[in-house]
């Protein structure tokens, strides 16, 4: 019962998709493949159909560079999650390493205002 309610509206993501990458052009950007995230993207034979509907190679998105927490967040679900964490908190380093190099302590000395007096 359940299978029979998704199965139309999985194809019609993927259709919808579909039409999407060919109005946008970008169908030589799919030949690395698309990669699934989601609770969802675990369906039973997900994969295989996205790869038929959307003409490209289709992996499973797993979240990478988890230290000590993989087995409860690495998972397809939480894959969206920890990747925008691991993009923020790259973020914050480079921006903390360029607030703490010596010619920005030097600035912020000045005023911001260089060397004219």
Known sequence: MLAMMIE???EEI?????KEV?????SDLLGAGVVLTGGAAQLDGLIEFASQALQAPVRLG???GLHGASATL????????VGLLLHAQRLNQARRRQNGSVFHR???LLGGKGWAA
């Open 8 to 10: 139309p509206r999985i």
């Open 62 to 64: 797993l979240p990478k």
């Open 22 to 26: 060919r109005k946008n052009h970008v």
């Open 106 to 108: 030097l600035r912020n």
């Open 14 to 18: 993927f259709e919808l998709a579909k």
């Open 74 to 81: 690495g998972n397809p679900a939480s894959a969206t999650a």
